[in-house]
């Protein structure tokens, strides 16, 4: 089975612009998570969708924002960049049947630098 | 809220030496505790876990007792090798509600020197 494919893998923005990274979960996982990690504060979640609803979301302000298709893939959006966004943004896929933990396998992540 | 606090690195051993990396949580209710590893330029992996309490996980000859008398997760090896040089996160998922976010500790770097 094919892993969880994050693209692209390094992307370098200005100030102001938009970026969207897209994330494939590993087939049949159903629930895709986004993460953020930065030296300063660490890994911290940003928003979870199962089935093409948003399930859950971290404290982040309104430019981080998402979706997730039919086929379970995703793609994550940040409007009007600021330095600080700057980070490994990394996705993981889950089975997520229900009931207990369902492993979350992760991505290798896309590194943003904003200039 | 839920949150996760570790030892912070880095940390450097000899080959063969000994290693604990302690964790400690905070969380409402019964959460499922996991330790992931992250090599250069690669995502996170699932090195083990423990989803109640005095369950032992163990990988790799990594393990982790789930302590929940005095909510740790330490991690440990008899003997580590070159090739175990990585970061490790602690961290928690308190799967209520049917989300499985995870919350990570900060990371502890362990470098593993011959």
């Known amino acids: 089975k094919a892993g969880v494919t994050q693209t692209p893998r390094y992307l370098i923005k200005t100030r102001g612009q938009q970026v969207t990274l897209s994330c494939s979960p590993i087939?049949?996982?159903?629930?895709v998570s986004w993460y953020q990690q930065t030296p300063g504060q660490g890994l911290q979640f940003l928003f979870e969708?199962?089935?093409?609803?948003?399930?859950n979301k971290g404290n982040f302000p309104g430019r981080f924002s998402g979706r997730q298709f039919s086929n379970s893939r995703s793609e994550m959006n940040v409007s009007t960049l600021e330095l600080g966004d700057s980070a490994l943004y990394l996705c993981a896929s889950s089975f997520a049947s229900g009931g207990g933990y369902n492993e979350q396998f992760f991505g290798p992540g896309t590194r943003l630098t904003v200039l | 809220g839920d949150s996760v606090t570790q030892m912070e690195g880095p940390v450097t051993l000899s080959e063969e030496a000994f290693l604990t990396i302690n964790c400690t949580y905070t969380?409402?209710?019964?959460?499922?505790l996991f330790w992931y590893v992250q090599y250069p330029g690669e995502g996170l992996q699932l090195l083990l876990k423990?989803?109640?309490?005095?369950d032992k996980g163990s990988n790799k000859g990594f393990e982790a007792t789930y302590r929940k008398e005095t909510t740790s997760f330490h991690l440990e090896k008899g003997s580590v090798q070159v090739s175990d040089s990585a970061v490790y996160f602690c961290a928690l998922s308190a799967t209520g509600a049917g989300s499985y976010q995870l919350t990570f500790g900060k990371g502890t770097k362990l470098s593993v020197i011959p």
């Open positions: 969708y199962f089935s093409e609803t948003q399930r």
């Open positions: 423990a989803t109640k309490a005095d």
């Open positions: 087939s049949g996982h159903r629930s």
């Open positions: 969380a409402t209710g019964y959460p499922s």
